[in-house]
């Protein structure tokens, strides 16, 4: 039985040893270079002939817009609307990533800690830059909600500091584990597949079928899920609560 | 497992932010610019369509309005001209009937007028004949002539008893 933690080995395409660093062309590179490629195409497909009236294509892309565009309405309010191109970006960054993953043979590369992290570090630093920006010091009242009772302080501010703290680990960890473990459980039930034979085989190829099918809908929510939470973070920076 | 591994971290975090700031450059350049506008374009038009459809409405009601008001207008001056033709009209036949019944009642007078004195003419007619008759008939039957003035006195008072 194949290792099922194998796939997510990186592996240099084109080697780029710095002596000190190692920015190899990995195959985790590829596949994000494929998301942005296959974002651009659809862009560049649906913006081609742009009309009043759109075509297929267009509607195609204009619905990932709108998608993201209300999904900032929705929780940000229209001030969001500035950051509207980031967010574009991360849900079309992380949903590719995870679609491109269900295709057999392709990296993953929205389960490696490293990209969700760093993904979920930058909108944590931003996010808070904007808070400060926006309200001054005054963000620091994000750490005590309003009309709680003072004495209640010394139990409230540590509570809600260690919740913001823990915002990029939990963004960030919800994404890599997601994407982990049902790959990891799809290789698996796929080598009982071969183990168990012709006759055997059929229950575990029932669930990986099923598996499958369930993963495309986590691919997709646990884009939904990244994005909307970068906006939830965002109308707390830019609104507070 | 791999995603531990630290070796691999410096290349990835490189073409995370390589192909990351790829495709915002694609969304900034290519998705804003292109689909926002076509977007924010239709909205437009649709608001404009909006716009015009409301107040070609408002436009519709105003005239609907002055519609009604002028036919209501007109009913009201019809009814007015109804109401004094009809007054007209019987203020008329008033004076016409009332001119009639004088004329009318005048020549009533009048015939009746003419009836009394015929009936008055007749009357001294009778009297003359009776008073003729009385005298001849005294003259006949007394002999030699009679007084026509007695005869005619004693006429009358026998009328006035008859009366």
Known sequence: ?241 | MPQFDPSSFASQLFWLAVFFTLLYQVVIKLVIPGLGGVMENRQRTIDEDLAKAADLKARTDAAIESYEAALAEARGRAQALLRETGEEIAKQSEARNREVAEALAQQVAEGEARIAAAQAAALDDVRDAAADVTAALTSKLMGGAADQTAARASVDAVMREAR
């Open chain 1, 1 to 241: 039985m194949a290792d099922p933690v194998k796939q997510f080995q990186i592996e240099p395409i084109v080697p780029l040893d710095l002596g000190i660093i190692d920015l190899s062309f990995t195959n985790s590179s590829m596949a994000m270079a494929v998301a942005v490629g296959l974002s651009a195409a659809l862009f560049y497909a649906g913006t081609r002939r742009l009309s009043l009236v759109p075509g297929r294509m267009q509607s195609l892309a204009e619905m990932m817009y709108e998608f993201v565009a209300n999904m900032i309405r929705d929780n940000v309010g229209n001030e969001g609307m500035r950051y509207f191109p980031f967010i574009l970006t991360l849900f079309l960054f992380v949903f590719f990533g995870n679609m491109l993953g269900m295709v057999p043979g392709n990296f993953t590369y929205t389960s490696h800690i490293i990209v969700t992290g760093a993904l979920a570090l930058f909108i944590f630093f931003a996010v808070t830059v904007i808070g400060f920006m926006r309200h001054g010091v005054g963000y620091l009242r994000m750490f005590f909600p309003h009309g709680a009772p003072i004495a209640t302080a010394p139990i409230l501010i540590p509570i809600e500091i260690i919740s913001y703290l823990s915002r990029p680990f939990s963004l960030s960890v919800r994404l890599f584990a997601n994407m982990t473990v049902g790959h990891i459980m799809l290789k698996v039930l796929a080598g009982f597949v071969v183990s168990l034979g012709l006759l055997g085989g059929i229950v575990p190829l029932a669930a990986v079928v099923g598996i499958t099918v369930l993963e495309f809908f986590i691919a997709a929510l646990q884009a939904y899920v990244f994005v909307i939470l970068t906006c939830i973070y965002l109308n707390d920076a830019i609104h507070m609560h």
